[in-house]
């Protein structure tokens, strides 16, 4: 099943504007500190483990596993929504996409596809490998 | 520094109207103000410190301070979501034992259900400068699916069942049969519970909280004040609060603000979670329950299923007496926010005043849990203990 829900459009703002040029190319990039060498989720430009604000993007391997999920049954077309756990560390808010919503499972491995927004940049989904 | 014992609730008052198509927000604001003035046996011109959350057409205390015609020497408009009024009620407490207020009015008010509010299932973007906003909003986060996550792992992590959730609602369902103003007054089973229909996956149509319009509010007093006044005497005497986030992508689901602010409310009360007679637990869906309670201490961590079956929360069967006016899931849950009706049916446990078929036996020990804004992403957390003197 392909998730057919209309997706808004993200905010692009000053600090995450990067991310979303990447996003346009449908390359997926994680936030990482220079100065202390960790990934983290939501990308900010100011590290919330160190303060520094030595933040590179770097290519990620788009790969991860379902940290935890839920089928939206209340809404026109069911979605799913999940926390994904990158292979960079971080976990992060997606939706999985294209498979049996009734088939999925916490643990599972995914991988990133970029499904397109209303009229803004593409965003990062997932979908099982 | 502690505020313990140096604050008392003098009064509380719950609005009756769970339908208010003919009222305006303020309204319901200055009525059950005032209500919880004449509860204490105190004037609008004794007010002197007046607090507020984001419920109140704002910005901040002002506009309902000039609506209701308050002078006033301390404000405070904290917005904590649903967990407010519960840290609202110890920040009165704070300004009390600080000689900044002698009385302090605490209000919520909201009609959600007048606004035809699709309060859990539709996304919404609250302020685009939000800094996660671009990375949550186009996914579809609602409040139900948001806390649904939080119960899926939890059943994955521990093993917890959609039954063993349905006992939090039928728990609430039992007291909200003797609350004449409750909006689901019809107890419920098991069954009734996992048949209905799914919201969010694993999280069904009986798991949420109920939409209703009104309000409450509380009056938070010196003890010199409270002590003169005719009320029975409930005393603040712990508190805590925190915000618990995503941590940057480093977080655990299954567990909540009150891993951090009921420990810091039991040690300044100086009781254990095995002292309390009646909890008043914030209950926006049966899983905000069940993760509440664990957290608090009253049982272990991922032994929350097993602790909240068979009736374990029902008051007069139960080991846990919790929400004996039928909390969120059966009575009330005005603007989407719980945490005022917590403190509300607190305060009628310890005064006596609950409904003689849910009142708990000298009950001179309780605990309001108020938890607010997203259990799923960030989400304040506010716990506050109290007793009858």
């Known amino acids: 099943?392909?998730?057919?829900?209309?997706?808004?459009?993200?905010v692009v703002n000053p600090e995450t504007k990067a991310f979303w040029d990447a996003a346009r190319e449908r390359r997926f990039v994680v936030a990482f500190c220079s100065?202390?060498?960790?990934?983290?989720?939501?990308?900010?430009?100011?590290?919330?483990?160190?303060?520094?604000?030595?933040?590179?993007?770097?290519?990620?391997?788009?790969?991860?596993?379902?940290?935890s999920f839920s089928v939206m049954r209340r809404a026109k077309e069911p979605y799913v929504i999940a926390y994904v756990t990158l292979a960079e560390g971080p976990t992060m808010m997606t939706n999985i996409v294209g498979c049996d919503f009734d088939a999925l499972a916490i643990g599972q491995p995914v991988s990133v596809v970029f499904t397109d927004t209303d009229d803004g940049p593409p965003v990062p989904v997932f979908r099982p490998v | 520094m502690t505020i313990n014992g140096k604050a008392y609730i003098a009064g509380a008052f719950e609005h009756p109207t769970r339908h208010a198509p003919d009222k305006?927000?303020?309204?319901?604001?200055?009525?059950?103000?005032?209500?919880?003035?004449?509860?204490?046996?105190?004037?609008?011109?004794?007010?002197?410190?007046?607090?507020?959350?984001?419920?109140?057409?704002?910005p901040g205390a002002a506009p309902m301070a000039e609506y209701l015609n308050l002078n006033l020497r301390h404000l405070d408009a904290s917005e904590m979501g649903g967990a407010s009024y519960v840290a609202l009620a110890a920040h009165a407490a704070q300004a009390s034992a600080l000689g900044k207020c002698n009385v302090a009015l605490v209000t919520l008010a909201g009609r959600?259900?007048?606004?035809?509010?699709?309060?859990?299932?539709?996304?919404?973007?609250?302020?685009?400068?939000?800094?996660?906003?671009?990375?949550?909003?186009?996914?579809?986060?609602?409040?139900?699916?948001?806390?649904?996550?939080?119960?899926?792992?939890?059943?994955?992590?521990?093993g917890t069942t959609s039954e063993q959730l349905a006992w939090i609602k039928v728990a609430a369902s039992h007291h909200a049969q003797h609350n004449p103003n409750a909006m689901l007054p019809q107890p419920v089973t098991v069954d009734e519970v996992v048949d209905s229909p799914l919201i969010a996956d694993p999280l069904h149509r009986l798991d949420c909280c109920v939409i209703s319009d009104g309000g409450g509010a509380l009056i938070v007093v010196r003890p010199e004040i409270a002590k003169s006044l005719k009320r029975p005497l409930v005393k603040i005497i712990g508190a805590g609060e925190t915000v618990k986030h995503l941590s940057a992508g480093t977080f655990d689901l299954t567990t909540s603000g009150a891993a951090r602010s009921g420990p810091a409310a039991f040690a300044e009360a100086g009781v254990v979670p095995a002292d309390i007679k009646y909890a008043s637990i914030y209950d926006s869906f049966t899983i905000t329950v069940l993760i509440q309670i664990e957290d608090l201490g009253f049982c272990e961590k991922g032994g929350g299923g097993k602790f909240v079956a068979d009736g374990n929360l029902i008051s007069g069967t139960g080991r846990l007496p919790f929400n004996t006016d039928g909390g969120g899931l059966c009575n009330n849950h005005p603007a989407n926010r719980g945490g005022m009706t917590k403190v509300i049916e607190a305060v009628r446990q310890l005064r006596g005043e609950a409904h003689p078929a849910v009142q708990v036996k000298t009950c001179d020990l309780a605990l309001a849990q108020g938890t607010g804004l997203q259990l799923g992403t960030r989400h304040c957390s506010a716990t506050l203990i109290l007793e009858r003197e």
């Not at chain 2, 671009?134 to 521990?158: D, I, K, S, V």
Request: some cysteine.
């Open chain 1, 1 to 10: 099943m392909q998730q057919s829900r209309k997706i808004p459009s993200p």
């Open chain 2, 112 to 158: 959600p259900r007048s606004e035809g509010m699709a309060t859990g299932t539709a996304p919404r973007l609250r302020d685009p400068n939000q800094p996660e906003a671009g990375f949550e909003y186009p996914y579809g986060l609602t409040t139900a699916n948001g806390y649904a996550m939080c119960a899926m792992r939890h059943m994955y992590q521990y």
């Open chain 2, 24 to 58: 305006s927000v303020a309204q319901l604001h200055a009525e059950v103000a005032l209500g919880a003035l004449a509860d204490a046996g105190l004037r609008r011109e004794d007010v002197d410190g007046y607090f507020c959350a984001g419920d109140a057409p704002g």
């Open chain 1, 35 to 67: 100065a202390c060498g960790k990934a983290h989720w939501y990308p900010r430009a100011v590290c919330p483990f160190c303060g520094n604000e030595a933040i590179a993007w770097r290519a990620a391997a788009g790969t991860g596993t379902i940290y």
